[in-house]
């Protein structure tokens, strides 16, 4: 697991260099300085200001949310438009060293770690909303656009963005990590929200995925790029803009919260209001551990049971449907009377609470590193596998409270261990493996929403094969041939 | 247009050899012919009966249902199983022979056309329907899986695949020309319909998208090879298995005909239903041509006036709130009262109607050739590009009714004309190119759902740029170095 990775000494990065040598990648000295002139040239593109070797400017950018170790970049570059950062890039080119885009740096696999050394972009200095097309639902974001920017932008339109991972991560950002969250099982995730991008290459080319410009809601014209970028991690390019897709706001909307009597009637429930159709807006679990850490954190007084938490968009006549439908199953299944929050102010409270699961999570164990890990299943598969989850971490005695997207077969375990117990580490560590490996002996993925970063690369291999693996190097090496874009993640 | 390259001699065909070679690809003997030992070592895979050179086999599988004129392939293999597709494979490798994949036949852009001889593989007799899932809404298929065969299969689980291009087209061919039709509206397009794909790629290695057997809805597991080789027609590898999302048979369907007193109240009616966010299933334009077309063919009796087919899916209640919204548009719109639909029967009639608007256009002018041309633009854009090409037919005196899937702003004008009259086959030519380039001034693409295959190699250069071409060019290379998979189309 990261944890363990992210304490390797500068020698084992020598080490992994070693190995992109060995796949005829060049990589960036290793003395992980870069020279003066080089520098200079960067602050000739993007102005004294906007360059910076800071330590504590590189120690920020050396790390997201997760577990993984800082490892900072040589140094921080702002740049504030695209020719900037093309320029920048093709300064990289020349004197060969990696690139590591940064948003909001609110991954949870390590993306942003400098891996092999070289210059973080920060891009959050470009912050344009462009092009809003409200007749066809579509708008264009620079990288320093977060969701919630966007969505207080939109107010006034009546359209809103929902793809919602929780953090207030950068758009680009969540396109680069193909993000999801809580309204996927309805909207969907990045995957189905972009409808284009801009991205810089490693060698300072710009390339528009869908064509310059194009917001088609279809495309059959050639190879799909858009979606090769989603997802990519900055591994294949630096994404600087994006056009996404936007939705009318919701007629009426209500959030809902019922509790039951064990994980199975909560879960079972879910793969049943799924499979008569019901076309649920939010759908999440929380185990008895999570609800009793939110019920501790955001100051709430809900039954510490399995739980889960519902919202429902749509017209006055056809929520009443879907609430009903949704009712009939849930008692069915032994679930209590739902626990209503109907306006803005009550649902907001709900939601926040359900997005600082993680913080709630941290909290139980004050002094604590927390890990979130992120797997995905056929929902069929998901009594099973969160019924075996939960046996695994009281026989491990480990801290984990789980939650998750259930809608999509998606959960986390938020686990909080001792950072200093290295006996808990390696439990942690193992018990993850064993989740991940659940996961794909159930037909599921090791990863759902969270990315490969540097945490899932050895999963990736089991997850899909040496050929298909194999595949995705061929596309990395023909399209980053010096291993520049964000080193060392994914492949 | 594809018309003009199809008359293209053998002389033609190997000046594009010399640009393959220029590509760095090593192409197939340009005399056309398989060697006896090697057309024994196919023999010895699939067995005498599965190995074809006969001419009239050969030329049924050397052309699709567009006007691109037959290139028969040298050889036509039928394999029964995916490991006899890899064997194959690998004689082609080593011999240096060219493969297109073949399904049913029924694309509309050359896909299948022979341009560099070769062996064609009819994927046919690979028609298992493999691992539904019913809890999970998901089916695994082989190449010779059609659309309507899997339907039929599905019936009586009350599931059903609403991807629907008209034609009774192969799944996995679907899948290969990233397929959408009538209900992608509401259901998607194949790119969001496809789980998981099995691919044998030009070497004879096998490669599942999502690794083998997987099926979570959600992944964020390494580059989405899933939606790199969707809609790569082909050229990437040949898809031997595809992983299909299932959806529930809606409770309730009616299907409506809606006339209207002009092209912009249609196409606005259209505009406004979706802006309202009415989650129509079906919204299908027809231009006063298309529907008199339509009537003579399909012995109905509709006003010849631009007229609107939509089919509403959902529960009663919900139905009804759909249907009230979208007829209180439509008036206000000048439309028509509904002309209602509501058993199977009357809507399979409906239906069939509008997917035989290709034969009802070619009745027109006996004897002729037809060409369905196909762009897709933003919503909004919708008006203005109907409008403009309507005028563009009239000047240039050319029969070309239209229908389209205009809920995704896509739309067809099916092109009757004189193949034998080389002036009209050239105004044809010139107003195809003048409304792709049209879609793409309004910021849509060249192809929504016909794919490019060989006609629209120079209109997809226009719509990507030099550079979005480039990168499609690196990955066919790498993943197909010697140009053998489907050669000479896309890119």
């Known amino acids: 697991m990261a944890v363990m990775l992210s304490r390797s000494s500068r020698q084992l990065c020598n080490v992994s260099l070693c190995t992109f040598a060995l796949h005829k990648w060049r990589c960036y000295s290793a003395q992980g300085q870069i020279p003066s ?14 360059v910076s070797t800071g330590t504590s400017v590189r120690a920020q950018h050396g790390r997201d949310e997760s577990v993984h170790s800082c ?4 140094a921080v570059l702002w740049p504030k438009c695209v020719e ?5 890039t093709r300064i990289c080119h020349r004197h060969n060293i990696p690139i590591i885009p940064f948003g909001t740096g609110t991954g949870l696999e390590g993306g942003v770690v400098a891996m092999n050394g070289g210059v973080c972009f920060d891009l959050l200095k470009m912050d344009k909303i462009l092009n809003l097309h409200e007749e066809d639902f579509d708008v264009t974001v620079e990288p320093g656009v977060t969701r919630t920017a966007l969505n207080r932008y939109l107010r006034d339109s009546g359209l809103w963005f929902p793809v919602d991972p929780g953090a207030d991560a950068s758009l680009c950002g969540m396109a680069a990590t193909s993000a999801s969250g809580t309204n996927a099982v309805r909207y969907g995730t990045m995957r189905e929200n972009v409808l284009n991008l801009e ?24 190879y799909n790029l858009t979606n090769l970028f989603v997802g990519s991690e900055g591994t294949l390019g630096i994404i600087t803009k994006t056009t996404l897709r936007l939705y009318g706001i919701p007629e009426t909307i209500v959030s809902a919260v019922c509790s039951f009597p064990s994980v199975q009637a909560a879960v079972d429930s879910t793969v049943q209001i799924l499979q008569c159709g019901i ?68 649902r907001n409270q ?22 979130a890990t992120d797997v995905c299943v056929p929902i069929s598969k998901l009594p099973q596998i969160v019924m075996e989850t939960k046996k695994d971490l009281e026989k491990h005695t480990l ?34 493996k064993r989740l991940a490996r659940r996961a794909l002996a ?29 595949v995705m190097e061929k596309i990395k090496t023909v399209l980053d041939p010096q291993n520049l874009m964000n080193p060392g993640k994914i492949v």
């Open 37 to 50: 002139q080089v520098l200079d040239s960067f602050r000739a593109v993007v102005g004294n200001d906007n």
């Open 71 to 74: 490892r900072p970049p040589d």
């Open 84 to 88: 900037e950062v093309s320029e920048l």
């Open 199 to 222: 991205v810089v290459l490693s060698d300072g080319s710009v390339i528009h995925t869908a064509g310059k410009g194009r917001r088609a809601r279809k495309t059959s014209a050639g």
């Open 279 to 346: 076309p649920i807006a939010r759908i999440e679990f929380l185990d008895d551990v999570m609800i009793d850490a939110c019920n501790r954190y955001s100051k709430l007084t809900y039954p510490v049971t399995p739980t889960l938490f519902l919202e429902f968009h749509g017209s006055e006549c056809s929520l009443e449907e879907q609430v009903t439908a949704t009712e009939e199953i849930t008692k069915s299944n032994g679930g209590s009377e739902f626990s209503w929050a109907r306006d803005q102010e009550m």
């Open 350 to 371: 709900l939601w926040k609470a359900r997005h600082n699961a993680w913080y709630a999570a941290l909290a139980l164990r004050p002094g604590c590193q927390g890990y």
């Open 399 to 432: 801290t984990g409270p789980i939650a998750g997207h259930v809608g999509d077969g998606n959960f986390h375990c938020l686990m909080v261990f001792n950072s200093a117990d290295l006996e808990e580490v390696q439990r942690v560590h193992e018990f993850t």
């Open 442 to 470: 159930l037909d599921g993925t090791c990863t759902g929403e969270h990315g490969v970063g540097l945490g899932k690369k050895q999963l990736l291999q089991e997850e899909v094969g040496h050929t298909g693996l194999k």
